[in-house]
């Protein structure tokens, strides 16, 4: 093959889904959106997979943008969470996840609602007392983990073990 000559594209599969999230927090509450499928409902710390071209931090704020109708600025990151199919049963699906959860504050002026076009089963977007998210089921459950990595100031790793999914999977 001539130098310069470009070998072609074959699909790939992904290995590994990166995500980002935005954790936005005021006063004593956190905002969450709401999710509801046949299974019941749950919630998500507002974010999703990264795109080609895009950094982390702006993957965080198109997520905020796309799932609050909200402007953030992108801060520190917190936590940063994986799981591994076989690790976790599978429970979502068979690609290995990366999310990367980042401090955020609203723009001044800017007020989370629901958006015109929101993704499928989302509901509603919430503000939720910091206090409930132990009895909150949040997917992934990184309560305690977040509210150590809010309140130390460090980035701290999750394995998340599925059991929040796997507990809105047996409703």
Not at 5 to 28: D, Y
Not at 62 to 79: C, P, Y
Not at 147 to 165: P, R, S
Request: negative net charge; proline residues 6%; contains cysteine.
């Amino acid at each position: 093959m001539a130098i310069g000559t470009r070998l072609p594209t074959m699909p790939r599969k992904i290995s590994v889904r990166v995500g980002s999230a935005g954790v936005i927090v005021e006063g004593n509450k956190i905002l969450l959106v709401k999710f509801e499928n046949e299974n019941g409902s749950h919630y998500q710390i507002p974010g999703g997979g990264h795109q080609e071209g895009e950094t982390l931090r702006q993957t965080a704020t198109r997520e905020i943008k796309e799932e609050t109708d909200a402007d953030v600025e992108v801060g520190r990151l917190l936590v940063v969470a994986e799981a591994a199919p076989s690790e976790v049963n599978n429970v979502y699906g068979s690609t290995h996840y990366l999310k990367l959860f980042f401090e955020c504050k609203l723009k001044p002026g800017s007020v989370p609602k629901l958006p015109e076009k929101p993704d499928p089963n989302q509901v509603a977007v919430e503000w939720i007392q910091m206090n409930r998210l132990a009895d909150t089921l949040v997917i992934p459950d990184i309560g305690d983990v977040l509210d150590k990595a809010l309140t130390n100031g460090e980035t701290t790793y999750f394995e998340d073990n599925g059991v929040a999914a796997r507990e809105l999977n047996q409703t």
